[in-house]
């Protein structure tokens, strides 16, 4: 199985992220969907969790209100 087959691990930082896992893609938190890691935007550095789309990671943090 290629790395391209595997989703990524990944630490969420404020600016950025870094690959502890190799892997093309990671999973929105919220939907399931794979996220390229190439269009990779959203994301908790607190959740540690990717979102697909702004919608998601807004409707994520409502959840805590």
């Not at 930082?13 to 870094?18: A, D, L, S, V």
């Not at 269009?39 to 702004?54: C, G, K, T």
């Amino acid at each position: 199985m290629s790395s391209s087959d595997k989703a990524a691990t990944l630490i969420y930082g404020p600016n950025g992220f870094r690959v502890v896992r190799p892997g093309h893609f990671v999973v929105c938190a919220m939907s399931g969907i794979p996220v390229h890691l190439e269009e990779l935007r959203y994301w908790s550095v607190d959740r540690q969790e990717a979102y697909a789309s702004a919608e998601l990671s807004t409707r994520r943090t409502l959840e805590d209100l």
